[in-house]
T-cell receptor, first 112, second 113 residues
Framework: DQQVKQNSPSLSVQEGRISILNCDYT??????FLWYKKYPAEGPTFLIS?????DKNEDGRFTVFLNKSAKHLSLHIVPSQPGDSAVYFC???????????FGQGTRLTINP | SQTIHQWPATLVQPVGSPLSLECTVE??????LYWYRQAAGRGLQLLFY??????ISSEVPQNLSASRPQDRQFILSSKKLLLSDSGFYLC????????????FGPGTRLLVL
């Protein structure tokens, strides 16, 4: 039973345009959500997070949106740059257990 | 600032040989520690996590074991490697009692032949 789903395994976007990565979760009790970026043969890098008391959090070119009624979060990258090409994972925190549950990842490719 | 180290970076081992991967964290005390595996083209699978010295929780039954001999040291081991143990192994840490954000090491690529 996948608690966190990233339904798009890949996404291709032109440089300078907006990249939108999506993530769905099943448990309305989840209250803290994160996005990670991963290059090949490297560890994931924490990008941005959002608490369930907010519906938006912004950090430079990265904005995360949370729609609690739809159990959906998205990561917007604007403008997209070639260095953004990577695999992006969304994750939710399992409170109490201090664990993360990750989605399967979306491979983003930024085309020049 | 906190840093996390993993070694070795790459390892090629024959089937049936033992394994020991080490992870250490600097700049923090009493962290939660985690071992993940990423098989080729797959997502991140949590293998073990630890909330303190000697405390290990296993997520997936498998050929591997973990130990935490010191506060900031986490070791992943196997007595006899299988071909299916090949993958990219990641160590991570988080603040005990924090929001749960985990910070990852650089990873170890293991190839079992």
């Amino acid at each position: 039973d996948q608690q966190v789903k990233q339904n798009s395994p890949s996404l291709s976007v032109q440089e300078g345009r907006i990249s939108i990565l999506n993530c769905d979760y099943t448990n309305s009790m989840f209250d803290y959500f994160l996005w990670y970026k991963k290059y090949p043969a490297e560890g994931p890098t924490f990008l941005i997070s959002i608490s369930s008391i907010k519906d938006k959090n912004e950090d430079g070119r990265f904005t995360v949106f949370l729609n609690k009624s739809a159990k959906h979060l998205s990561l917007h990258i604007v403008p997209s740059q070639p260095g953004d090409s990577a695999v992006y994972f969304c994750a939710v925190v399992i409170q109490g257990a201090q664990k993360l549950v990750f989605g399967q990842g979306t491979r983003l490719t930024i085309n020049p | 600032s906190q840093t996390i180290h993993q070694w070795p970076a790459t390892l090629v081992q024959p089937v049936g040989s033992p394994l020991s991967l080490e992870c250490t964290v600097e700049g923090t005390s009493n962290p939660n520690l985690y071992w993940y595996r990423q098989a080729a083209g797959r997502g991140l699978q949590l293998l073990f996590y630890s909330v303190g010295i000697g405390q290990i929780s296993s997520e997936v039954p498998q050929n591997l074991s973990a130990s935490r001999p010191q506060d900031r040291q986490f070791i992943l081991s196997s007595k006899k490697l299988l071909l299916s143990d090949s993958g990219f192994y990641l160590c991570a840490w988080s603040v005990t009692g924090g929001r749960g954000t985990q910070y990852f090491g650089p990873g170890t690529r293991l190839l079992v032949l």
